[in-house]
C-alpha cells in the first residue's frame, strides 16, 4: 500500500529488478540466516531456565533477569542503533554486532558465576538491538519496493517467527541430549559462517551526507523504552499495583513524552517527527506491536496449559509447537502473494481477524488431552493468520521513504517487534495470574482462560484499528 509519491525516491530510467539475481540469493539467504538465529536467541533459554539455574547457583528470584537483561537491552537500544546504521554503514554494524554477539555466546556458554551469564545476556541483547535493524535495512534497501521486497520481507517474518517456536524445541533438545551450554556455543558456528559470507557478498551503504547524532533524543527513548519494558515485567511478575512497577511506568511515559518535545527541536532528530506522522508508519507500528505482543504471549499462555494442565513434560510442550511453526512458515510464505492480490492492508485485516477466530478458538480447551486436536488447528491457523500480519506491517511501515531513511523505519519496525516480544508474556501473565480463582489444574485453566480471551480481544483491536486508521490503496495500484 503506497501512501507517498515515491517517483522522487527510484529515478525512472533505472527500473527495479523483477527477478532474484545470484547475488540477490544469496543476500537474502546470509540476512535471513542472521534473523533466523537472532529470533531463536530470544527462546532457546526458556525451556533450560531451571537447569540453567541450578548449575550455576542463581536464586530462584533472580532467575528472570537471564531472560529480562536480554529483552531490556533488545528492545531498549534498537532505534538507537537503527539511526546509527544509517549514519554510519549498515554492514559495518551488522558485522560488528555479529562479532559481538558470537563473543558474547562464548562468553555465555563459558559462564561459571550468574553474574557472567548475566553480563553475556546483556551483550547479547546489545548484538541483537545492532544486527536486526542493521539486517532488516540491508534488506529493505537491498530489494526494491514491490514483489521482490515483498517477497523477501515475507520469507524474512516467517523465519523470524518460526526461529521463536525453534528456539523453543531446539533449547529442550540441547539441554536434555548435551548441555544447557549449548544454547550458547550453538550460535558461534553460524556467526562465522554469516560473518564470512557477509563480507564477501553484502556491500556497504554509505549516506549521503553524515549528519550528526541526535544525542539528547538517543538518551531519553533509550532509557524512556528500557524504563517502560521494565515497568512491564515488574508488573508481570509483582502485580500491576507494586510501586516498582508503576514507578517504572511512569517514568518510561515521561521520557518517551520528553523525547518527543526533543525531537521537534532537533536539527538532525533521531527520528523525524514528520515521519511519525505519517499515518502508515505511525499505525502499520501498532499492528505490528499487537501481532508480536498477543503471538508470543500466546505461546506462554499454550506452555502453561500444556504443562500446568494436561502435564506435557517441557521437551513434549516444545514439540507441539511445531505445528505452529508450520503454520507461520506458510503464513509468511503466501504473504507476499496473498498481498499482490488483495493489497497490503486488506492482508492485514483477514490475517488479524484469522488470529482472532483462531485465539478465541482456545477458549474451547478442556483439561484433559482429548482436546489436542483444538489446540493444534487453533494454534496453526493463528500462526498463518499472525504471520499475514507481520508481512503486512512490515511492508506497510517501511514502503514510501527513501533509502536513507530505511535505517529508521526498519529500527522502528524492530523496535516495535523487540518491545511486543518482550512485553506480552508479562502482561498476559499478569492477567493470567490476577485470574486464578481456584487451586490446581481447573482453577490454572479458568485463568488462562482469561488471558486467552483478553489476548484475542487484543488481536480484534487491532484489526478494527487498522480498518478506521490505514489509508485504503490508490485505485491504480493494489498496495
Known amino acids: ?206 549516506p549521503e551526507g553524515r549528519p550528526k547524532l541526535d544525542l539528547p533524543g538517543a538518551v531519553t527513548v533509550t532509557l524512556g523504552l528500557l524504563a517502560v519494558v521494565f515497568g512491564l515485567t515488574q508488573a508481570g511478575e509483582h502485580g500491576w499495583t507494586a510501586p516498582v512497577a508503576l514507578a517504572s511506568l511512569a517514568v518510561g511515559a515521561a521520557l518517551l513524552r520528553l523525547f518527543h518535545a526533543v525531537e521537534s527541536r532537533a536539527a538532525s532528530p533521531l527520528v523525524p517527527v514528520g515521519v511519525l506522522r505519517r499515518r502508515n508508519v505511525a499505525w502499520g507500528n501498532v499492528a505490528g506491536l499487537i501481532a508480536f505482543l498477543t503471538e508470543t504471549s500466546l505461546v506462554f499462555l499454550v506452555t502453561l496449559h500444556l504443562q500446568k494442565v494436561l502435564d506435557f513434560s517441557p521437551l513434549s510442550a516444545g514439540l507441539s509447537f511445531g505445528v505452529l511453526g508450520i503454520g507461520t512458515v506458510i503464513g509468511g510464505s503466501t504473504a507476499p502473494r496473498v498481498v499482490g492480490r488483495i493489497g497490503t492492508r486488506s492482508t492485514l485485516i483477514a490475517g488479524g481477524l484469522l488470529q482472532t477466530v483462531a485465539t478465541a478458538a482456545l477458549l474451547g480447551l478442556g483439561d484433559d488431552r482429548s482436546w489436542m486436536w483444538l489446540l493444534l488447528a487453533a494454534t496453526f491457523a493463528g500462526g498463518v493468520g499472525n504471520m499475514l500480519v507481520i508481512v503486512g506491517f512490515m511492508i506497510t511501515a517501511t514502503t514510501g521513504l527513501p533509502d536513507h531513511e530505511q535505517g529508521l523505519a526498519t529500527g522502528l519496525a524492530t523496535m516495535t517487534q523487540q518491545v511486543g516480544i518482550t512485553t506480552g508474556t508479562p502482561i498476559m501473565s499478569a492477567v493470567a495470574t490476577a485470574s486464578i480463582t481456584g487451586t490446581g489444574a481447573a482453577g490454572i485453566l479458568g485463568g488462562l482462560k482469561v488471558a486467552v480471551a483478553v489476548n484475542a480481544a487484543i488481536v480484534l483491536a487491532g484489526v478494527l484499528a487498522a480498518v478506521l486508521f490505514l489509508r485504503k490503496p490508490a485505485r491504480n495500484g493494489a498496495r
Not at 517517483?7 to 544469496?26: K, N
Not at 532457546?44 to 550455576?56: D, K, M, S, T
Not at 532505534?79 to 562464548?106: H, N, P, T, V, Y
Not at 545492532?130 to 514491490?146: M, R
Open 1 to 206: 500500500m503506497s501512501v507517498i509519491d515515491t517517483a522522487d525516491v527510484r529515478p525512472a530510467e533505472e527500473p527495479p529488478p523483477t527477478r532474484l539475481t545470484p547475488r540477490l540469493r544469496l543476500v537474502l539467504v546470509i540476512l535471513l540466516a542472521a534473523q533466523f538465529m537472532l529470533a531463536v536467541d530470544f527462546s532457546i533459554l526458556n525451556v533450560a531456565l531451571p537447569v540453567i539455574g541450578e548449575g550455576l547457583g542463581f536464586e530462584l528470584a533472580n532467575l528472570q533477569w537471564i531472560a529480562t537483561s536480554f529483552a531490556l537491552c533488545a528492545a531498549g537500544f534498537t532505534l538507537l542503533f537503527g539511526r546509527i546504521a544509517d549514519l554510519f554503514g549498515r554492514r559495518r554494524l551488522f558485522l560488528g554486532g555479529l562479532l559481538l554477539l558470537g563473543a558474547a555466546s562464548l562468553l555465555g556458554g563459558l559462564a561459571t558465576s550468574p553474574e557472567l551469564l548475566i553480563v553475556a545476556r546483556i551483550l547479547q541483547g546489545l548484538a541483537t538491538a545492532a544486527v536486526t535493524p542493521a539486517g532488516l535495512s540491508l534488506l529493505t534497501t537491498s530489494f526494491p519496493e514491490g514483489p521482490l521486497r515483498d517477497k523477501a520481507l515475507g520469507l524474512n517474518g516467517a523465519l523470524m517467527s518460526a526461529g521463536f517456536t525453534t528456539g523453543a524445541i531446539l533449547g529442550g533438545l540441547l539441554t536434555d541430549l548435551l548441555s544447557w551450554r549449548w544454547a550458547f556455543f550453538v550460535n558461534v558456528p553460524v556467526v562465522a559462517a554469516v560473518v564470512v559470507a557477509a563480507v564477501v557478498v553484502i556491500k556497504e551503504s554509505h
